[in-house]
Structure formats: structure tokens, C-alpha cells
């Protein structure tokens, strides 16, 4: 009997574990949700994600190659001091990265798209507004990297998300500022703007809203957060 032709459904792709438990870990210190300070174990991790050890030492690996984490004596993991000079550094690299993915990406956002990053904006707004720092991470988070992912340049997103794994977790310092109200940070928030600027395919004009949203936010940091 003759075998039948393939109907052209195609194989169907698998992620090895490794990959997924770092794609995890990755989200989670550039959103910062993982603590300065707090202590990452392989063991702990796996019983977390509900998978074996080995998957996660891979990932651990990976993001102290990447110099988002250090290993400590006792093979625990944890985010690297942040001083004055690392945190002025990696902020002049992100103004170069961040301003031309935003403004590749102007021009390309479909609709979808920009409605996306219109609901990371407006929920961040009210993260602020509701005193909740993890929130207010997340979605700042989840706002630029909708913009920064639509200029679908691969290179220039790896560069942005490896700045992230460094300078993400530290942003927590906004916590606490502000006289103590989060919604202080709306002051230096050019989000609305950026959105705007998108919607009109003005790619100079968002990009330069991203940069001084940057600048404004570390400037604000130089000044009032704690270094090592």
C-alpha cells in the first residue's frame, strides 16, 4: 500500500527546560520582582518551578554569564551591588539602545500592538497611583518592552534585555521615594507621551520621549537611592 503524501503541518517545536526556567528568571529580574539581596538557590528554584535541578543551574549560569547574578561560596546566587559608576554606565548604553528600538518600532506597530502597550501605560499609571511598586515594575516592564520588541531587530533587543537583567531589580529603589507616594514617579513619566507619539508614527518624537523618561528616572535615582 503506498504511504500517503504529507499534508504540510509541519514538525512541531519543543523548548528544552533549560530555556523555559530561564526565560522565567529572565522576566522576573527585569520586571523586578527579584529582590536586591535575596538569595537564589538551584534547589529552592526547582521546587518553584516544579522541575529538576539541573534546568536551573543552567539558567543560573547563563544569567551570571550575563552578569545579571553572582555566585556566592555557598553556590547560592544573588544581584550584584549596584554603585554610582555601574548604574551611570549601564543608564548612558540604555540611552543609546532604547531610543533607536523605539523609533525603528514607530513605524511598524500594528494596531494590536499599540493597544497593547496603551494597556501596560494606563496599568502602570494606576500601579503608581496604588502605592504598589511590584506593579508598577511589571507593567513598566511589560510597556517598554511591547515597544522595544516591535522594531524587530534581534540584536539591538538582546542588548536592551541584558541591560535589564542588570539595572531591572534595582529600580525597586523608586519604592519609598517620593515623600513616601509612589504616584511621584507620574512626574517623570512620559509614558501618555510616548503612546501618543507612537500612534502618529513619529519615530524622533517617541524616541526622544523614551530617552528623557530614562534620564529623568536616573538623574532621580543619582540623587536620592542608595549605592554600594
Known amino acids: 500500500m503506498k504511504a500517503s503524501a504529507p499534508i504540510g503541518l509541519g514538525s512541531i517545536e ?3 527546560l533549560h530555556e523555559i526556567v530561564y526565560q522565567r528568571l529572565n522576566r522576573a529580574l527585569m520586571s523586578g520582582q527579584i529582590k536586591p539581596g535575596q538569595k537564589l538557590t538551584s534547589r529552592k528554584l526547582a521546587v518553584e518551578l516544579g522541575t529538576s535541578d539541573m534546568p536551573v543551574r543552567a539558567a543560573l549560569a547563563k544569567l551570571q554569564a550575563l552578569k545579571a547574578l553572582e555566585q556566592l561560596q555557598n553556590g547560592s ?21 532604547e ?4 523609533r525603528q518600532a514607530a513605524g511598524l506597530m500594528s494596531k494590536t500592538q499599540l493597544n497593547a502597550t496603551r494597556k501596560a501605560c494606563h496599568a502602570l ?5 496604588d502605592q504598589d511598586i511590584d506593579a508598577y515594575l511589571l507593567h513598566n516592564y511589560e510597556f517598554k518592552f511591547s515597544i522595544y ?4 531587530i534581534e540584536s539591538l533587543l538582546f542588548l536592551i534585555e541584558t541591560l535589564w537583567l542588570q539595572i531591572g531589580p534595582f529600580l525597586r529603589q523608586f519604592s519609598g521615594q517620593f515623600g513616601g507616594d509612589l504616584a511621584g514617579i507620574l512626574d ?9 507619539a507612537l500612534e502618529r508614527q513619529e519615530g524622533d518624537a517617541a524616541a526622544a520621549l523614551i530617552g528623557r523618561d530614562i534620564a529623568e528616572g536616573a538623574d532621580y535615582l543619582l540623587a536620592h537611592a542608595r549605592f554600594a
Open 14 to 16: 519543543t523548548v528544552p
Open 77 to 97: 546566587h544573588v544581584l550584584p551591588p549596584m554603585t554610582r559608576t555601574r548604574f551611570g554606565d549601564l543608564t548612558k548604553s540604555r540611552l543609546i539602545c
Open 99 to 102: 531610543p533607536a528600538a523605539t
Open 125 to 129: 499609571t494606576q500601579a503608581a497611583r
Open 149 to 152: 520588541r516591535a522594531s524587530g
Open 188 to 196: 517623570i513619566d512620559y509614558h501618555e507621551e510616548v503612546v501618543a
